[in-house]
């Protein structure tokens, strides 16, 4: 049986390794970047993993004998779904593991940029000293708190915010409003989070449904000393639109860990606004989080294979 890893970012693959080679299993790994050298390596892979690499229908096709694929992440955003099923070809992913660690970086984000650190940090820096912030904000304890999605990691930064005094406000067309009820949540419908919401975060899958859902039309309901923070998927904030309204004082700040074109170019006009943070797609990251990642892809993986991967837990 043969494994292959399309890219991964990892400091070692010891963890697949090791697994697989119990089960006398080959791993080959490599670190594409297009569809066409994807194409290339799965040709015989009996099962395929993928962090980045894009898994079009192109490299789908070519796959001669190919059990499962299986993401390193929450998301599939690079894996052609559709292609998949027509072949018969089980698509696996890691939902649950670094909840914690987006959790906290989406309030760690929320917090400095509600507070301007790093507005005010730059200042300092550049010998401007004053005891008031360059922005005028309301204090967190009369901030709603806007979820858009109420998943798990929702569900964590919710239980972050609230010792803080935000009142917590959340849609999601899936989640049944007793839910929602239970933990102390309001549920409300799109349009009355957006004009109500004094911070919103985004938790929301990327689907032709939700793509570009922060737009030039929501971004208008915003209050305008609104902020919005995502540590979701780029693609749900329409960029271009984010940067007029960020340069008309429509919405007062953005905090941001995914972008629509990652990595941001250098030149990007988000990078010279004081009122936005951007971070590298690092919310995910721990020590802790890495190896979890690594080791239940694997399971994953074995598990496709008809192998007994539980024992391995």
């Known amino acids: ?16 390794q090791a697994l697989f080679d119990r089960h006398g299993i080959e791993l080959k790994a490599h670190q594409c970047k297009s569809e066409e050298e994807v194409a290339e390596v799965v040709r015989e892979a009996d ?26 992440g929450i998301g599939l955003d690079n894996v052609d779904l559709t292609a998949a099923q027509a072949r018969g070809i089980p698509v696996r992913n890691v939902p649950d593991y670094c909840l914690h660690e987006v959790a906290d970086h989406t309030m760690a984000l929320l917090l400095a940029l509600q507070r301007q650190i790093t ?14 912030p360059p922005q005028t904000f309301p204090p967190l304890r009369q901030c709603t708190l806007g979820l858009i999605g109420y998943g798990r990691i929702a569900r964590l930064v919710a239980v972050r915010a609230k010792p803080f005094g935000m ?26 989070l957006f ?9 929301s899958p990327l689907t032709e449904e939700t793509k570009h859902l922060i737009n030039a039309t929501t971004l208008g309901r915003m209050k305008h000393h609104a902020l919005i923070v995502n540590t ?34 250098p030149d990007h006009p988000l990078l010279s606004m004081p009122n936005v943070i951007v971070t590298s797609h690092t919310a995910w990251y721990s020590n802790a989080s890495v190896d979890e990642l690594q080791r239940r892809a694997a399971l994953a993986a074995l598990e496709l294979l008809g192998l007994h991967a539980a024992a391995e837990r």
């Open 119 to 132: 507005h005010v940090q730059s200042l300092v820096q550049a010998g401007t000293w004053k005891i008031t």
């Open 167 to 192: 009142s917590v406000a959340a849609y999601d067309p899936f989640v049944r409003g007793e839910v929602l009820e239970a933990d102390g949540i309001t549920q409300v419908d799109l349009s009355t």
């Open 195 to 203: 004009v109500a919401s004094d911070i919103i975060s985004l938790h």
């Open 47 to 72: 099962i395929v993993m993928t962090q980045w690499a894009p898994l079009k229908g192109k490299a789908i096709g070519a796959m001669t004998r190919c059990r499962g694929i299986v993401r390193y």
């Open 232 to 265: 979701s998927r780029g693609g749900l904030i329409a960029t271009d639109d984010l940067v007029a309204a960020l340069k008309a004082g429509r919405i007062a700040g953005a905090a941001l860990d995914v972008l629509e074109q990652e990595p941001i170019p």
């Open 1 to 16: 049986m043969k494994i292959v890893i399309t890219d991964w970012s990892f400091p070692t693959l010891e963890t697949e």
